[in-house]
């Protein structure tokens, strides 16, 4: 399965899923022992345009996660081990920024992708996003999942609505189709958040159909989706008492 760090994009506020404000932590000052100096020291980032500082992350909360340190909050670890995994110019550049400015992990991380994350990786992400295609053969479960990776994988600065959209453009009319019966008739037609809602329950009930009845009944369940999905075009037709005109409008962001 995908495994991402999601970046705090450059152009949104940081947020905090889980109250991540240090305000009132006073023991940071916690002593590491040996062992698990060496380990975060094992792979330490050095600020070079190949590094990926996304990986970085990544491989840092694996560890730090297992971590745990008597009457101290997990955000106070992650922001007292991660300087010890910096090296060169990633330790200089730590090193330099104001004492008062990680007042939270989320900060933290963001300051560091802001000033690490090449350019030539974030429009290569960018593009990856959208030029988004479905592969052939490839279900709609795995399709969100990869996209869900590359959104996860670099900074883009794309609102909801634009994530939605370079999705739905990139897909396979069959699944598109699929999609829009789900809608009740055109997925454009739903904010940007009922459009998500509506892709994760049928990717997540593709998926739970697929391993219910194992590998060869995939193909069944696609024909027999599309199937579904065109009797219920056909209905949505030939119900009304009028030619279907949906009315289109743009998604909507979420939150408006």
């Known amino acids: 399965m995908f495994k991402?760090?999601?970046?705090?994009?450059?152009?949104?506020?940081?947020?905090?899923?889980?109250?991540?404000t240090l305000k009132g932590v006073t023991n940071l000052d916690f002593q590491v022992n040996p062992a698990l100096l060496?380990?975060?020291?094992?792979?330490?980032?050095?600020?070079?345009?190949?590094?990926?500082?996304?990986?970085?992350?990544?491989?840092?909360?694996?560890?730090?996660?297992?971590?745990?340190?008597?009457?101290?909050?997990?955000?106070?670890?992650k922001m007292r081990l991660f300087p010890l995994t910096l090296k060169d110019d990633a330790k200089e550049?730590?090193?330099?920024?104001?004492?008062?400015?990680?007042?939270?992990?989320?900060?933290?991380?963001?300051?560091?992708?802001?000033?690490f994350f090449p350019h030539s990786l974030?429009?290569?992400?960018?593009?990856?996003?959208?030029?988004?295609m479905q592969k052939e053969g490839e279900d709609l479960f795995d399709t969100w999942e990869r996209y869900k990776c590359l959104l996860k994988k670099c900074p883009h600065g794309f609102d909801e609505f634009e994530q939605v959209h370079y999705f739905l453009i990139g897909l396979r009319s069959q699944t598109r189709m699929i999609l829009d019966a789900s809608a009740g008739g055109n997925m454009k037609s739903k904010t940007a958040k009922e459009a998500v809602n509506i892709i994760e329950n049928m990717a997540s009930n593709e998926y739970s159909f697929k391993y219910d009845k194992g590998p060869s009944s995939r193909r069944g369940t696609l024909e027999l989706d599309t199937k579904s999905a065109s009797q219920e075009q056909h209905k949505l037709v030939t119900n009304q008492s009028i030619p279907l005109t949906i009315q289109l409008r743009p998604m909507q962001k979420i939150g408006q």
């Open 4 to 20: 991402c760090f999601k970046n705090t994009s450059k152009s949104k506020k940081p947020k905090s899923s889980h109250g991540n």
């Open 38 to 77: 060496s380990l975060l020291s094992q792979d330490q980032f050095a600020g070079g345009n190949l590094e990926d500082p996304n990986a970085h992350i990544s491989k840092f909360l694996e560890i730090s996660e297992t971590v745990k340190f008597q009457d101290v909050p997990e955000e106070a670890v």
């Open 93 to 115: 550049w730590y090193q330099t920024q104001p004492k008062k400015v990680f007042t939270s992990w989320e900060i933290m991380i963001e300051r560091f992708i802001d000033h």
């Open 122 to 132: 974030y429009f290569h992400g960018r593009n990856q996003i959208i030029n988004f």
